[in-house]
């Protein structure tokens, strides 16, 4: 593509060469420039990437954006910006075609549930038969391929590409998880969102690399509503009128509070084997009662939010009540169907936060037994198996304790130091079957009826990283051949 139609939607100056170049890509890593590319340089938290513009006009760049003045002997094209990196998202738009125009685009933003609302989205519109991509923490997720990226919302570059991806796949919508840093750096910038979404806002995200404050984290997060056209908005958070205050598109509320347009109520959690979640009904600009099978009082606003876009979006109600009852998010409390009559979960939980969060959200279900299956990780800082041991020990009614990825350390010295530094300081009970099979299998032999057992720590992950080699382990798998095994 010539580079004049690449910089088409942005304002530049032209320092030398000449804009009718040939370009073959569009790259901001010095590292992968080959021969007639245009490198725009960004500047990072640990280098300003000016510094390598040398280097990729070594390695055959053939024109150069660049926002500071740079020294360039060398007879290539050199492009001046205020800011690259918005220029990088733009630039990268026009790259793949401006895919924005031919997908509905969807972003969310807040500090908890982006994920979850996105997967809740998804299944609607699968429901629906509408086939959608989605971008965020799990990855890009284009039909049944993952793609891993670095960032929960990736730089520009990738969007744009992914957005391409999912156009050549016939998907017809992109949901993206819009984090208030990825909004900070312009690595949404280019598209002009069809629907926003405002989940909650909490503290988080504040450090050297992050917002240097709440009100910087806040503002980045107020951006998207200058950058869609409508913008749906959970009405009972505390930051509602200051997210809302400078938007400038059209605002569609949920939440319990009788104000918004969409209000829940009566809602109750719902337990039976195999299936754990929440019950609501909606009344408003919809009346529905609606199942959720996502475990946690937040998924009703969770929910909200989703069947509130897809209301907009002119969404069928058999569609939202269908993708809402059978939402299932890889690796997070989720469910794993078997013979019995308990609950068997697969959540990601690694750490004693996340341990507590989950525990104390399934305690609310008033299991039999609440049981949770787990390791640690190797080669990783002692105190963190001490306090997941203690926090099992406080909130499980028995610990499974078992390999996660051991590393280069002992299984064994691993899981005594869960026992000796956490669970023996509560009077939580435990058992200990070093292999994570084995483990497995014992949770589901010895289960009963209306226990809740989770295997936490794995979650989306397919192996065990045991001294440098990654052996792959599904849990999923996993239960199945124990299930085949039991019906013999
Ligand atoms: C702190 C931070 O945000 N860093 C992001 C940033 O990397 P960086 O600033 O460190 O880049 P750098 O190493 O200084 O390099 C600057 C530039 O020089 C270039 N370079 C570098 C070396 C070289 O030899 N040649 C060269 O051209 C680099 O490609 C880059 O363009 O730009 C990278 C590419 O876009 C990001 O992957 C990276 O995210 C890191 C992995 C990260 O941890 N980010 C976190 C803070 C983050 O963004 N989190 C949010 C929120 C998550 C949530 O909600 O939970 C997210 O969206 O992920
Ligand atoms: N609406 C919500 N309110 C409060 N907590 C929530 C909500 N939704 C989810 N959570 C909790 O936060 C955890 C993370 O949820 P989720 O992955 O959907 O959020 P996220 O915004 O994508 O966060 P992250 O970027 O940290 O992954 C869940 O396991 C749950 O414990």
Same mark, same amino acid.
Request: glycine residues 8%.
């Given at each position: 593509?010539?580079?004049?139609?690449?910089?088409?939607?942005?304002?530049?100056?032209?320092?030398?060469?000449?804009?009718?170049?040939?370009?073959?890509?569009?790259?901001?890593?010095?590292?992968?420039?080959?021969?007639? $590319?245009?490198? +725009?340089?960004?500047?990072?938290?640990?280098?300003?990437?000016? /510094? #390598?513009?040398?280097?990729?006009? /070594?390695?055959?760049?053939?024109?150069?954006?660049?926002?500071?003045?740079?020294?360039?002997?060398?007879?290539? @094209?050199?492009?001046?910006?205020?800011?690259?990196?918005?220029?990088?998202?733009?630039?990268?738009?026009?790259?793949?075609?401006?895919?924005? !125009?031919?997908?509905?685009?969807?972003?969310? @933003?807040? $500090?908890?549930?982006?994920?979850?609302?996105?997967?809740?989205?998804?299944?609607?519109?699968?429901? *629906?038969?509408?086939?959608?991509?989605?971008?965020?923490?799990?990855?890009?997720?284009?039909?049944? /391929?993952?793609?891993?990226?670095?960032?929960? @919302?990736? *730089?520009?570059?990738?969007?744009?590409?992914?957005?391409?991806?999912?156009?050549?796949?016939?998907?017809?919508?992109?949901?993206?998880?819009?984090?208030?840093?990825?909004?900070?750096?312009?690595?949404?910038?280019?598209i002009y969102f069809d629907y926003g979404i405002f989940t909650n806002f909490s503290h988080d995200h504040i450090g050297d690399s992050e917002h240097k404050d709440l009100e910087e984290y806040l503002q980045c997060k107020a951006l998207l509503f200058k950058q869609c056209k !409508?913008?749906? #908005?959970?009405?009972?958070?505390? +930051?509602?009128?200051?997210?809302?205050?400078?938007?400038?598109?059209?605002?569609? $509320?949920?939440?319990?509070?009788?104000?918004?347009?969409?209000?829940?109520?009566?809602?109750?959690?719902?337990?039976?084997?195999?299936?754990?979640?929440?019950?609501?009904k909606t009344k408003g600009l919809k009346t529905l009662d609606v199942n959720v099978a996502i475990p946690g009082r937040f998924s009703v606003y969770n929910a909200l939010a989703a069947m509130t876009t897809a209301i907009e979006m002119g969404i069928s109600d058999e569609a939202?009540?269908?993708?809402?009852?059978?939402?299932?998010?890889?690796?997070?409390?989720?469910?794993?169907? +078997?013979?019995?009559?308990?609950?068997?979960?697969?959540?990601? %939980?690694?750490?004693?936060?996340?341990? *507590?969060?989950?525990?104390? $959200?399934?305690?609310?279900?008033?299991?039999?037994?609440?049981? +949770?299956? #787990?390791?640690?990780g190797g080669n990783r800082p002692k105190v963190r198996r001490y306090e997941m041991g203690e926090t099992a020990g406080r909130l499980a009614d028995l610990s499974v304790l078992t390999e996660d990825n051991s590393r280069d350390e002992d299984v064994m010295d691993i899981i005594?130091?869960?026992?000796?530094?956490?669970? !023996?300081?509560?009077?939580?009970?435990?058992?200990?079957?070093?292999?994570?099979?084995?483990?497995?299998?014992?949770?589901?032999?010895?289960?009963?009826?209306?226990?809740?057992?989770?295997?936490?720590?794995?979650?989306?992950?397919?192996?065990? *990283?045991?001294?440098?080699?990654?052996?792959?382990?599904?849990?999923?798998?996993?239960?199945?051949?124990?299930? %085949?095994?039991?019906?013999?």
């Amino acid at each position: 593509m010539q580079l004049s139609k690449i910089l088409q939607n942005i304002e530049y100056t032209l320092i030398k060469g000449n804009t009718e170049t040939e370009i073959s890509d569009v790259i901001y890593d010095s590292r992968k420039v080959t021969d007639g $590319t245009v490198f +725009v340089a960004l500047k990072g938290y640990n280098v300003d990437g000016h /510094k #390598f513009v040398p280097q990729a006009v /070594k390695s055959g760049a053939s024109a150069v954006v660049i926002s500071d003045n740079v020294d360039i002997p060398e007879d290539i @094209t050199v492009i001046k910006v205020d800011d690259t990196r918005k220029a990088l998202a733009y630039m990268s738009a026009m790259l793949f075609g401006e895919p924005e !125009k031919e997908l509905t685009t969807i972003a969310l @933003t807040g $500090t908890k549930g982006k994920t979850t609302t996105v997967a809740m989205l998804k299944s609607i519109l699968d429901a *629906e038969g509408i086939k959608s991509g989605t971008i965020g923490t799990l990855g890009i997720i284009i039909g049944n /391929k993952i793609y891993k990226t670095n960032n929960t @919302t990736p *730089e520009s570059y990738e969007i744009q590409h992914a957005m391409r991806m999912m156009v050549d796949a016939g998907c017809k919508v992109m949901i993206i998880e819009a984090s208030s840093l990825g909004l900070k750096w312009h690595r949404t910038d280019a598209i002009y969102f069809d629907y926003g979404i405002f989940t909650n806002f909490s503290h988080d995200h504040i450090g050297d690399s992050e917002h240097k404050d709440l009100e910087e984290y806040l503002q980045c997060k107020a951006l998207l509503f200058k950058q869609c056209k !409508k913008g749906i #908005f959970n009405i009972d958070d505390k +930051v509602f009128d200051r997210i809302t205050e400078n938007a400038t598109c059209d605002i569609t $509320t949920y939440g319990f509070s009788e104000k918004a347009d969409i209000v829940g109520y009566d809602d109750n959690l719902i337990s039976k084997p195999g299936y754990i979640g929440v019950n609501f009904k909606t009344k408003g600009l919809k009346t529905l009662d609606v199942n959720v099978a996502i475990p946690g009082r937040f998924s009703v606003y969770n929910a909200l939010a989703a069947m509130t876009t897809a209301i907009e979006m002119g969404i069928s109600d058999e569609a939202i009540l269908k993708g809402l009852d059978t939402v299932k998010v890889k690796g997070r409390v989720e469910a794993v169907k +078997v013979p019995g009559n308990y609950t068997l979960l697969i959540d990601y %939980a690694h750490n004693a936060l996340s341990m *507590e969060n989950i525990l104390e $959200t399934l305690r609310e279900y008033n299991p039999h037994r609440l049981i +949770v299956l #787990f390791g640690a990780g190797g080669n990783r800082p002692k105190v963190r198996r001490y306090e997941m041991g203690e926090t099992a020990g406080r909130l499980a009614d028995l610990s499974v304790l078992t390999e996660d990825n051991s590393r280069d350390e002992d299984v064994m010295d691993i899981i005594n130091d869960i026992i000796e530094g956490g669970l !023996k300081k509560t009077n939580g009970k435990y058992v200990v079957v070093p292999k994570r099979q084995d483990a497995i299998r014992y949770c589901m032999e010895n289960a009963e009826d209306g226990d809740i057992i989770v295997l936490a720590g794995k979650g989306h992950e397919d192996y065990l *990283e045991i001294k440098g080699v990654k052996y792959h382990l599904d849990e999923r798998e996993v239960i199945a051949d124990i299930i %085949a095994d039991m019906n013999k």
